[in-house]
């Protein structure tokens, strides 16, 4: 099993709607949670972390955190053509704390 | 300027041949890390650092070896470059665990 899994897609939308992002772990010990977004030849961009359970909203983004479940997720609100990317879930594992663990990243495209 | 910059951009050589990637940052931070990342399997750790004397292997990292000159600067070599080491790489660079990670924009390699 991989530390950190995402479905890889692609998930398309179209613009406006909500985009549901979902990640899960292995490591019930897990401690810190990030979502990058990466376009297309780019390098990874942090958008959001998460670090206790519930949601926690920035803009039209939102990160939701469930530890007894090992999930987390990312959901995009009033999608736009520009979230058009793929997007990383990363995971800070505690049993090997200072460095993170990514999802192979899962392709989001939002036609217009 | 960048905060982590990534030198080249973009380089070609032939299977072989010595190659140095560097990378150096303006960030401040302590920990630095070379990620390569391959179209379907995500990024993959290569080597860390959390300090100039702390040199720490990922999952992949035969074949490459690293130096830590600075804080600010942590070089990769691959000292016989071969077609499979063709990727993406990139530099990262974190100011302690929860923090996430800051990327640099990434070098383009291909060995033929």
């Known amino acids: 099993q991989k530390e950190v899994e995402q479905n890889s897609g692609p998930l398309s939308v179209p613009e406006g709607a909500i985009a549901s992002l979902n990640c899960t772990y292995s490591d019930r010990g897990s401690q810190s949670f990030f979502w990058y977004r990466q376009y297309s030849g780019k390098s990874p961009e942090l958008i959001m972390s998460?670090?206790?359970?519930g949601d926690k909203e920035d803009g039209r983004f939102t990160a939701q955190l469930n530890k007894a479940s090992q999930y987390v997720s990312l959901l995009i609100r009033d999608s736009q053509p520009s979230d058009s990317a793929t997007y990383l879930c990363?995971?800070?594992?505690?049993?090997?704390?200072?460095?993170?663990?990514f999802g192979r990243g899962t392709q989001l495209t939002v036609w217009p | 300027d960048a905060d982590v910059t990534q030198t080249p951009r973009n380089r070609i050589t032939k299977t072989g041949k010595r190659i140095m990637l560097e990378c150096s940052q303006t960030k401040g931070h302590d920990r630095m890390y070379w990620y390569r990342q391959d179209p379907g399997l995500g990024l993959r750790l290569i080597y860390y650092s959390f300090d100039v004397k702390d040199i720490n292997k990922g999952e992949i990292s035969d074949g490459y070896s690293v130096s830590r000159q600075a804080q600010a600067k942590f070089s990769l070599s691959l000292e016989s470059a071969i077609p499979n080491q063709t990727a993406l790489y990139f530099c990262a660079t974190s100011d302690g665990d929860g923090y996430g990670y800051t990327f640099g924009s990434g070098t383009r390699l291909t060995v033929v």
């Open positions: 998460i670090y206790s359970n």
């Open positions: 990363a995971v800070l594992r505690g049993s090997t704390l200072g460095r993170l663990y």
